[in-house]
Antibody, heavy 120, light 105 residues
Framework: QVQLQESGPGLVKPSGTLSLTCAVS?????????WSWVRQSPGKGLEWLGE???????NYNPSLMGRVTISVDTSKNQFTLTLTSVTAADSAVYYC?????????????WGKGTTVTVSS | EIVLTQSPGTLSLSPGERATLSCRAS????LAWYQHKPGQAPRLLIF???SRATGIPDRFSVSGSGTDFILTISRVEPEDSAVYYC?????????FGQGTKLEIK
């Protein structure tokens, strides 16, 4: 069974860059599904940030105004979220997730989430 | 961007009662539902017309199609206390509703 684990700094300075990695275990990242990042800001709902296929193809949420990049390293079975020019509004719990098979873009496996705080 | 509107915002029920949660979309969508408990990852409940995810009890069901959907929990249990989100996966950016908080008395 596929398992996901997020890792990365819990504290990022304003105007800095947030970088999180999602390690995939239990199966290969080279599957017929996409891999997503979702976040939840304090007191708010869930926000989809973007997704990547193992070939490197990506889709991003336009609300992030071009600040987001998702990359994949198939040799390490992991994918990475990079968010630039962060502000306090980017403080959130960040989740990585596996999308459903065959271009079904619901998320059927989630990591436990990692909290990122943007503060000086 | 497709907007999802969930209602009610909060639902307070006693064990054994029936829960009815609504999700309305701004256009025709494919929809999934998630259960989210504090400190835990969201858990996929149902996707598509009415497909339950692995391990989800049949107390959870979905009705509706197009733009209006209902998640029903036939007999709520204390463990069902959570926030429930709908998500459309028809068109990127994939969006979530604002959530319905289910409280068990």
């Amino acid at each position: 069974q596929v398992q996901l684990q997020e890792s990365g700094p819990g504290l990022v300075k304003p105007s800095g860059t947030l970088s999180l990695t999602c390690a995939v275990s239990g199966d290969s990242i080279i599957r017929n599904n996409w891999w997503s990042w979702v976040r939840q800001s304090p007191g708010k709902g869930l926000e989809w940030l973007g997704e990547i296929y193992h070939t490197g193809h990506t889709n991003y949420n336009p609300s992030l105004m071009g600040r987001v990049t998702i990359s994949v390293d198939t040799s390490k079975n992991q994918f990475t979220l990079t968010l630039t020019s962060v502000t306090a509004a980017d403080s959130a719990v960040y989740y990585c997730a596996k999308d459903g098979p065959d271009d079904n873009y619901f998320m059927d496996v989630w990591g436990k989430g990692t909290t990122v705080t943007v503060s000086s | 961007e497709i907007v999802l509107t969930q209602s009610p915002g909060t639902l307070s029920l006693s064990p054994g009662e029936r829960a009815t949660l609504s999700c309305r979309a701004s256009q025709t969508v494919n929809l999934a539902w998630y259960q989210h408990k504090p400190g835990q990852a969201p858990r996929l409940l149902i996707f598509g017309a009415s497909s339950r995810a692995t391990g989800i009890p049949d107390r959870f069901s979905v009705s509706g199609s197009g733009t209006d959907f209902i998640l029903t929990i036939s007999r709520v249990e204390p463990e069902d206390s959570a926030v429930y989100y709908c998500q459309q996966y028809s068109s990127a950016p994939y969006t979530f509703g604002q959530g319905t908080k289910l409280e068990i008395k």
